[in-house]
Structure formats: structure tokens, C-alpha cells
């Protein structure tokens, strides 16, 4: 049923001549980073990491929690800056943006925020309207059919006069994604979407970002740690961990890597190359050494 | 509809807000749009101007026709210039005009009263007033009166 | 000691930095106004919370202040048999000081407080990161409808708050208290000027809502994105556009009615 639609969908996607996109035959890698290092304070986040992000394919980033994987979704968007290093976007360097022609390419990308992000004064139809008002002036019959067209997708067309706060987690989410989506992006990237989410909405949301991805044609970028559900759907795999790309390939190929670290973080082992305790003093002199 | 209610709210709320200007304007500091349509500039030099100041009352017979602008000093006569801002409508005082300063009440507020004189022509704007009492100095009064008592 | 002037210095310069972060913050909200049938209802929305919903306390307080300053002038003046002049000691104290002083306090804690708390809790919820990754400015979308909807409020309710605050004063001085209302009327005419004294008190009023909602709006899109940090931040919107109010208000003071 979901999958009849989305091929109704991607075919009239082909019948507008593509959107517009701009695609060469060399320039397979939406997301190119080179040489990015990137320190908040006097922690280092990302010390001469690359990435290549390829177009239409899946892309997850995986690492221990505060790895930055979030934080590199942020460079990647141009939230904030790198301190060296280049981010190649559809070919354009962001750092090198200024204001407005950032803005205009942060429109061919969609981001899906861990909170889902909706505005919490307006209802659902709203929330997904509303990129489409600020950015066309379409009537307000089309912009009707183009919002159901997502709900719908989504699977949450009845739920469009509730407001954010009525809810549940996981269809905040899905609503979030309907927004993420409406004006049809280039690439949607996610931050942790099966955080915090039941076995059922986790299920769901994994089935809409392949869904996502084959008809519209997508290029998806999953930070997760979830590994299973990334690993089930991901054509590529970068684990990342103290700034460092720590392995890279196919979910097949990480899963045969020998290095102890992405072992450690595959087979989700308690102890291994992240310790299991914070940095401490030799327990036996902290135990004893209590009164001195 | 709550739409509707918001806007129609807001657009009270600022109704409500110049209302209260008109109010403040008219009501409490009893500004007469009409009275600031024009107004002629006259001086007069005082030998003592004892008290009064800038926005004091101009006054004939009690009846208020204008106020004190501005006030200096002569340097070469040592003695003080008011500048007095007079309504266009009563512009027929005599260049023998007398200006006095007055007290209103025993401690009150010092204001200037005029007095039109029999002379054939009027004050035009810049004029100036010749005929002029200073303002009554406390200590001078007591200076005369104990004066006057020694003399008897 | 050399750590104590150390730590001055980099105080300073951090207040400095923070100084001019949000100046330049406020030029970009305000600099290139977006599309005016989009800024519009914003900007309705935003006079709504910030002004309409603020009425009541204004209009409580003014109506309190007026009949205690009415109240506290009888007595005083009674004793000089110039009870009279009570309408003009009124009507002066709160056009020139406390109308525009009050109303500002009240402001920041009502309208204030809360701007602080909704920008922060939607800094914390993303929402203002999402707008960016929507590719609509904040900046100009959430921040400049509630700075312009905060500069035209305050002085609203400060007029509104005179007003109310004479009805108050008049109420217990002429139909309480028994002083005749011609003379009222005609010592507060007379002492106040329009120019003088309630342009004045409205060109106060003008620099404390840019004060006020400065700081509020600030202080919301600089907080630390947690719920602790919200509540701190809401504190410091009070406290910090209260001490600016009241320090305002003497320098505002001493130029504009001060002789010198």
C-alpha cells in the first residue's frame, strides 16, 4: 500500500523532468569533507577526518555517543564552521557561502531533528505547510494536495489538525519527516531517529527511510548508534570515534573488519577500546589511599 | 476566527493606546493646538528678574496670553532679558506697554503681568518693552521697612 | 592580586564580546525587513502576547498607584491647605517618572520573562535550528516580530498606564476625598506641559522598551539550551532589564529635566 504510493509519487517526480536536479556523471558524492578538524574548547572533535557522502545511496554515521556525529551534521549544513578543512556540498564549498546562498542551498537539504523539531504553536497541516509558504507562492489548493500527498506518505493524513504536543514520539517524528520532506530536498539527513523509539515506530521509521530513499530518489544521511537498524538499511557505513574515521565500507565489510574498536562497536561488546570506566586513579591506592 | 479575535484585540489594544495619548495631550497637559498656531516674540529688560523662570506666565489682568521663552543677561547693562512668546490674537499692545514681575499668592510661582499704556502705535514681533518693574526681593522690602523704622 | 586583575580583564572582555554579539544581533533582526504580508501577522501575533496580554497587570497597577499617590499627596498637602495641587503633583509624578519607570518593570516581568522562556524553549526543542535548515532566518522570523512588537507595546501600555493611573488618582481625590474637580483639573493643566513633560516621559518609555526588549529576546537566543539554562536566562531578563531600567531612567532624568 505504502510502496504502490511511493511509486506513484516517484514516477510524477519523473514526468517534472527530475525537479531540476544537476546531476554529472562524475560527481557521484554529494558530500565530499576533506581534511576537517573541527575542536569545541580544548576538545577535539575532528582531527583530519574525510567523508564522502554518495548521491542516492544511504550513508549511515556510527560511533559512540559524543563522537560528534550530530556535530557533523552541523558542518555539513553550515551551522557552524569548520576550524580546516573543506566541506564540499553539490559541489560548492559552505564555508565559503555567504548568508543567502547558504539559505538557498540548505533548501535542497533536509534535516530530521532527535526532537523532531515541529513548531509547537501550529498543528501538523501547518508544520508541513509551512516551508512550502515561506518559500512559494503556490495557491493555497495546491498546497493542500502537496501536504495531505506527505501526511499521507507518512501515514499521518488524519492527524492533521492535532498539534505537536498530542503527539506520541513517533509521530512526531513522522510528522517532522513530512515537513523535512515538502519541498523535495536533495538529501535528508537524519540525527538519531530511532532514539527513545518503540520496537513498532522504530520499524516504521527504518521502512520509511528506505522508502524515502528508493523513490524519491534520495541521498539519506543516518547518524545513529543503533546498529541493527542502521546496518539493515544502510549501502555505507563510516564508524567514527575521538575524530577519527575508524572504519568504512559496507555493513558486510565492517562486520569482517578485524580492528578491535569497530568489533567492539559491532558485536556491542561492555569493554574493549572504549573502556568501560572514566579514567580513574589505580583503583586498589584509591580504595586505600581514602583518609591520606 | 481566533484569528479574527487576535487581530481585532491588537487593533483595540493600539486604539486604546492613542486614546490615552489624546487624553494626556488635552486633558491632562491642557495643550490647545489652537493657542500653538502663532505666536510674536516681544522682550523687556528687568533690573532684577528675582525668581522667574523659563515657561513662566505672561499675563494681562490675570488673563494668560503667553510665556517666557527665554532669559539672559545684558553684559553691558548688567541687567536681565526675557524673552516673552505672546499670542498672535492679542497683538495691540502700545510701545508704552508696562511689564511688571509678580508673585502669585505670598510664596507662589513668579509670572510677568502686563499693562497696555495710551501710546498710537503697537509692538511688533522682536519689540521691546521699556517700562518695567523688578521682581519684589524679600530682603530688599525688609531692608527698606527697618530702614524707615530707624528714620522715624 | 594579579589573579584577581586577570580575572577583571577577562571578564570585561567577556561582557564586551557579549555587548557586541548582541548588538550585532539586533541590526541583523532588524536590518531587511522580509516581505510585509508575511511580517504582518507575525508581528499581530507578537503585539497580542507581548501587549494585549499585558494589559490587565498594567491597568491593575496603574489604577493602584494612581489612587495611593492621590492618597499619600492629600494628606501631605491638606496640611498646607493646597489640596488642590494634588492633581498636578499626580499627573507630573506619573507622566515624567513613574508611568514610563513602572511600567517598564512590570513589562519585563510579565512580557520580558516570557519572551526569554518561548525563544529559549524553542532553541532547546530545535525549532530554531530547523527554521535555518528550512532556510527561513530566524533572526528575522522569530526574533525581529517580538524586538518591534516589545518597542511598540511598552509605550503603549505606558500611556495607557498614565491614564489609568489619573482616572485612579481622581477617583479617590475629588469623588473620596472631596477636592473640587475644576481646580484639579486646572493645577495639573497648568503645571504639565505636553512637550516637557508627557513627550518626555514617552521618549522614556521609547528607550526602555528598546532596553527591555532587547535584553529579553537576547538573553532567550543566547541561553544555554537546557532547562536550567532557560531559567536562568528568564531570571536575568528580569533582573538585568530592571537595573538597566532604573539606570536609564537617572541619566534620561538628569538630561531631560535636569538644569545644567
Not at chain 1, 202 to 227: F, P, Q, R, Y
Request: charged share 20%; hydrophobic share 45%.
Amino acid at each position: 500500500m505504502v510502496r504502490e504510493f511511493w511509486t506513484a509519487i516517484a514516477v510524477g517526480r519523473a514526468g517534472l523532468g527530475g525537479s531540476g536536479k544537476s546531476m554529472t556523471v562524475e560527481d557521484n558524492n554529494i558530500v565530499t569533507v576533506r581534511g576537517l578538524s573541527f575542536s569545541r574548547g580544548d576538545r577535539v572533535i575532528f582531527d583530519n577526518a574525510d567523508f564522502d557522502i554518495p548521491r542516492g545511496k544511504i550513508t549511515s554515521i556510527m560511533g559512540p555517543s559524543g563522537t560528534g556525529k550530530t556535530t557533523l551534521l552541523r558542518l555539513i549544513t553550515g551551522q557552524i564552521k569548520a576550524d580546516k578543512g573543506t566541506i564540499l556540498v553539490n559541489g560548492e564549498e559552505i564555508s565559503k557561502l555567504n548568508r543567502k546562498d547558504l539559505y538557498r542551498l540548505r533548501r535542497k537539504m533536509g534535516m530530521l531533528f532527535q526532537s523532531g523539531a515541529l513548531f509547537t504553536d501550529r498543528t501538523v497541516y501547518e508544520n508541513v505547510a509551512f516551508p512550502l509558504r515561506e518559500h512559494t507562492d503556490l495557491p493555497e489548493s495546491m498546497i493542500r494536495d502537496l501536504v495531505l500527498m506527505k501526511l499521507h506518505a507518512v501515514g499521518l493524513r488524519g492527524a492533521r489538525d492535532l498539534m505537536p504536543s498530542e503527539l506520541s514520539g513517533g509521530m512526531t517524528r513522522r510528522a517532522a519527516l513530512a515537513r523535512t520532506i515538502v519541498l523535495d530536498p536533495e538529501m535528508v539527513m537524519y540525527d538519531e531517529p530511532f532514539t527513545g523509539q518503540d520496537p513498532i515506530a522504530m520499524g516504521v521509521l527504518v521502512e520509511l527511510i528506505k522508502l524515502l530513499n528508493t523513490a524519491l530518489g534520495l541521498t539519506s544521511v543516518v547518524v545513529s548508534h543503533d546498529i541493527h537498524e542502521a546496518a539493515s538499511i544502510s549501502d555505507k557505513i563510516y564508524l567514527i570515534s575521538e575524530g577519527k574515521v575508524m572504519g568504512e565500507g559496507s555493513p558486510a565489510q565492517l562486520r569482517e573488519d578485524s580492528s578491535p574498536l569497530v568489533r567492539q562497536f559491532m558485536q556491542g561488546l561492555p569493554d574493549g577500546p572504549v573502556p568501560f570506566h572514566y579514567p580513574a586513579q589505580d583503583y586498589r591506592d584509591d580504595m586505600l589511599g581514602g583518609d591520606a | 476566527m481566533r484569528k479574527k479575535t487576535l487581530e481585532l484585540s491588537v487593533g483595540l489594544f493600539m486604539l486604546a493606546g492613542f486614546i490615552s495619548l489624546a487624553v494626556l495631550a488635552l486633558n491632562v497637559s491642557g495643550l490647545n493646538l489652537a493657542q500653538e498656531k502663532g505666536s510674536y516674540t516681544i522682550y523687556a529688560s528687568f533690573e532684577n528678574i528675582g525668581g522667574l523662570t523659563a515657561r513662566s506666565k505672561v499675563t494681562v489682568a490675570g488673563v494668560t496670553i503667553g510665556r517666557v521663552v527665554n532669559i539672559s543677561l545684558d553684559k553691558d547693562s548688567f541687567s536681565g532679558i526675557v524673552e516673552m512668546s505672546i499670542n498672535k490674537d492679542y497683538n495691540t499692545f502700545t510701545t508704552d506697554t508696562a511689564a511688571a514681575i509678580l508673585t502669585a499668592g505670598l510664596l507662589g510661582e513668579k509670572y510677568i503681568g502686563l499693562v497696555s499704556g495710551a501710546d498710537e502705535e503697537f509692538l511688533q514681533d522682536g519689540g521691546r518693552i521699556d517700562d518695567t518693574q523688578s521682581a519684589l526681593v524679600l530682603e530688599d522690602l525688609i531692608g527698606q521697612f527697618l530702614f524707615n523704622k530707624v528714620n522715624e | 592580586m594579579i589573579a584577581w586583575i586577570r580575572s577583571l580583564g577577562r571578564s570585561g572582555l567577556g561582557t564586551l564580546q557579549v555587548l557586541g554579539r548582541s548588538g550585532t544581533f539586533v541590526v541583523q533582526s532588524l536590518c531587511g525587513v522580509p516581505k510585509l504580508n508575511k511580517a504582518l501577522p507575525l508581528l499581530n501575533q507578537q503585539l497580542y502576547a507581548v501587549g494585549v496580554l499585558s494589559l490587565p497587570i498594567i491597568i491593575v497597577s496603574g489604577l493602584f498607584i494612581g489612587m495611593v499617590l492621590s492618597l499619600q499627596g492629600y494628606t501631605i498637602l491638606v496640611d498646607y491647605g493646597s489640596e488642590q495641587a494634588v492633581g498636578q503633583m499626580l499627573a507630573l509624578s506619573l507622566v515624567r517618572e513613574l508611568g514610563p519607570v513602572v511600567t517598564a518593570l512590570l513589562f519585563a516581568g510579565r512580557a520580558g520573562s516570557s519572551l526569554t522562556a518561548e525563544i529559549g524553549l524553542m532553541k532547546a526543542t530545535e525549532q530554531i535550528t530547523s527554521l535555518e535548515m528550512i532556510g527561513v532566518d530566524p533572526l528575522r522570523y522569530i526574533i525581529a516580530p517580538r524586538l518591534l512588537a516589545g518597542f511598540i507595546s511598552l509605550p503603549m501600555l505606558t500611556l495607557i498606564f498614565n491614564v489609568v493611573g489619573i482616572g485612579g488618582g481622581y477617583l479617590v481625590a475629588v469623588d473620596w476625598l472631596g477636592v473640587y474637580d475644576g481646580s484639579f483639573w486646572s493645577n495639573m493643566q497648568n503645571a504639565t506641559d505636553f512637550k516637557n513633560d508627557v513627550m518626555n516621559g514617552i521618549i522614556k518609555s521609547i528607550a526602555f522598551a528598546f532596553t527591555v526588549s532587547w535584553i529579553a529576546v537576547f538573553q532567550g537566543y543566547d541561553l544555554v539550551p537546557t532547562s536550567e539554562g532557560i531559567g536562568r536566562a528568564t531570571t536575568k531578563t528580569v533582573v538585568y532589564s530592571s537595573l538597566a531600567v532604573l539606570g536609564l531612567d537617572f541619566i534620561l532624568t538628569a538630561v531631560m529635566f535636569g538644569d545644567f
